[in-house]
């Protein structure tokens, strides 16, 4: 699975918050969410944000509440995966819970410089910054979590094995 | 290899596998939270999944408490999602307006959690039943779909970092003063993924409501969860609320932990968190010593609303004013600590001092309604998190304390200790 775009890259702890302010949580519509993403730290990221494109950041990234408003808000904007030095781990499980993948690799993250373009192979771990000529690998996702995401998350993917099991 | 006490509960309810740190377990579940916010979206999920009910529906609980009573139109529809889903499914633990509360001070109120138990919810501070010994955290409304059909959640077993508690804390120094200075210590992601497991003979110290609060911002030290041992003023909270002790769990005398980090609460300071992250951990000393004027006061949620800190809030506000630069908004965390309030007399105090008392929302908290800051303003909240905009405009300041701190800045209209305002008579 192959995904990729330009960077947008922001520090440490950013919280949940910051992705989609609670007074916008009156709705799951992602488009909507979209539009208010990211909006008191940086106003511009909605409109300057392309499918596609990946965000990058610091330390702690999704830390606070459990929205899962917050991982809809970056699908919706079109961001197509996070790679940070770490996640909080409510925000990384709604994340892959949705399909949207996180890759946590420090290395990449201190060598991204703004206006990067990024490629990003899940299935092997490796991230590639087309402009510098780099690659960054990380840990693979194991098989289940691929498919997990491939299916387009976890209710699909339940959904799946629940009919499996004769219980729907 | 000993277990530690989360990992005992994760194994008794995951019968037969393996619970070692970084293990994932596929676990039965007591009970699953969610509220207004997080449950609309986990209902539509519930609906995708091809199953004719939940699992059990005396194992769920709805709680409208984010922006009710309904703040706008738009969170009347989702209030409405979550009471006709409750209806449709017959959700034993639907609680309606006018009898409802934040849910994680209600829940343990009305006798829903008992140690031993393994409960998820759809909001973060989930964490906070780890105070009767019970595991419990915070998930999104995807998984709590999935658990609405299957009862079951699938987690990785945490490592574990022990706090061990010494010593008696200081006069008004409370247990949002104590995890406060934790976090201060730590990070807000000092424990990221990790159990917090409290112990020592300073618990003898802490009240069951400074430990709800302690348990309750674990998740702001990026805990999965925190938990305390159950000891006698936990059975006799969960004999008094939930009529039944549960299942009392030890950690083993050889349990691993990643690092056991003391602290002697007779040093913890009364603690003051700065703007925007709760690890910006402060002492009352300092920050008297940068005289910080203030715009608003908030005593409630689900980490500081219940009848203990509105008492101490009440004994600084007796016979007192809020300052008339400041608006102070009081707030109930359940009706049953409301009527206790009136029945103590604490209303009036509030009422008298020039403060609104109001009915359990979470609403100011998460910048919803009842108290949303204008550009510039700053406040001093007993609430859990202090992020950029959290409780209104991106340019107002959030400072976090506890209930004295608060009562005490809203009396002097700038961040104050107790002690200075109870010296002023």
Redesign the interface.
């Known amino acids: 699975m192959l995904m990729g775009g330009k960077v947008h890259i922001y520090g440490d702890h950013i919280d949940t918050d910051i992705i989609i302010a609670a007074r916008y949580l009156v709705t799951f519509d992602e488009k909507e969410l979209a539009r208010h993403c990211m909006e008191d730290l940086d106003a511009g990221f909605a409109q300057r944000v392309q499918a596609g494109d990946v965000m990058v950041a610091g330390r702690n990234f999704g830390c606070g509440s459990s929205r899962e408003h917050a991982p809809i808000a970056l699908k919706g904007a079109g961001i197509s995966c996070v790679i940070a030095k770490s996640f909080a781990r409510i925000f990384y499980r709604n994340a892959l819970n949705i399909g949207l993948p996180m890759l946590e690799c420090p290395e990449a993250v201190d060598r991204i410089q703004p206006g990067d373009e990024i490629q990003v192979d899940l299935a092997r771990g490796v991230i590639y910054n087309r402009t510098r000529g780099e690659t960054y690998t990380t840990v693979p996702y194991p098989e289940f979590m691929q498919k997990l995401i491939a299916a387009g998350g976890l209710v699909p993917y339940t959904r799946a094995k629940l009919q499996e099991a004769g219980h729907a | 290899m000993g277990l530690t006490m989360t990992q005992k509960i994760l194994a008794l309810h995951a019968p037969g596998q393996d619970v070692q740190a970084g293990s994932l377990v596929e676990c039965r579940i007591d009970l699953a939270l969610a509220n207004d916010?997080?449950a609309?979206?986990a209902i539509?999920?519930f609906g995708?999944?091809?199953?004719e009910h939940v699992f059990d529906r005396t194992k769920i609980a709805l709680v409208p408490d984010?922006?009710t009573p309904n703040k706008?139109i738009?969170?009347a529809?989702?209030a409405k999602t979550v009471r006709e889903f409750a209806q449709k499914e017959g959700i034993q633990w639907y609680f309606e307006v006018g009898r409802m509360g934040i849910e994680h001070a209600l829940l343990p109120e009305a006798g829903l959690v008992k140690p031993g138990d393994l409960i998820i919810?759809?909001?973060?501070h989930?964490c906070t039943y780890g105070a009767l010994g019970a595991f419990s955290t915070?998930?999104?409304?995807?998984?709590m779909?999935?658990a609405m059909?299957?009862g079951s959640v699938w987690l990785r077993v945490p490592e574990a970092i022990r706090f061990v508690l010494t010593g008696k804390p200081g006069p008004y120094v409370s247990g949002k003063d104590v995890i406060l200075h934790i976090i201060g210590m730590i990070g807000?992601?000092g424990a990221?993924?990790t159990s917090m497991e409290f112990t020592g003979d300073g618990l003898q110290y802490l009240s069951m409501a400074d430990r709800f609060t302690m348990a309750n911002m674990a998740?702001e030290g990026?805990a999965?969860n925190g938990i305390f041992p159950v000891d006698d003023a936990a059975q006799a909270y969960a004999k008094e609320h939930a009529g039944d002790i549960g299942t009392i769990l030890e950690p083993d005398a050889d349990a691993v932990y990643r690092e056991t980090i003391e602290i002697d609460l007779s040093q913890v300071p009364l603690t003051v968190a700065y703007p925007h992250?709760p690890e910006n951990a402060h002492s009352i000393q300092e920050a008297m010593a940068e005289d910080i004027a203030i715009d608003q006061v908030v005593v409630g949620s689900c980490t500081n609303g219940r009848i203990e800190d509105l008492r101490v809030a009440a004994s600084i506000l007796r016979g007192r004013k809020v300052h008339p630069r400041v608006r102070m908004i009081v707030i109930p965390a359940t009706q049953k600590i409301y009527k206790q309030a009136m029945q103590e007399g604490l209303t009036e105090v509030f009422i008298d001092a020039g403060a609104v008392f109001s009915t359990p929302t979470c609403g100011p908290c998460?910048?919803?309604y009842m108290g949303?800051l204008a550009a510039g303003e700053r406040c001093v909240a007993t609430t859990n998190?202090n992020?950029?905009?959290?409780m209104g405009h991106?340019d107002s300041q959030v400072y976090l304390a506890g209930p004295a701190v608060a009562a005490a800045s809203a009396v002097a209209g700038r961040i104050a200790s107790p002690q200075s305002i109870l010296q002023e008579v």
Not at chain 2, 48 to 51: A, E, F, H, Q
Not at chain 2, 138 to 143: A, C
Not at chain 2, 387 to 390: D, P
């Open positions: 916010i997080t609309p979206l539509q999920e995708k999944l091809g199953v984010h922006f706008d738009a969170s529809q989702q919810g759809a909001d973060s989930t915070g998930v999104g409304s995807t998984d779909g999935c059909a299957t807000v992601d990221r993924y998740v990026g999965k992250l998460l910048g919803g949303v998190r992020f950029l905009g959290r991106k």
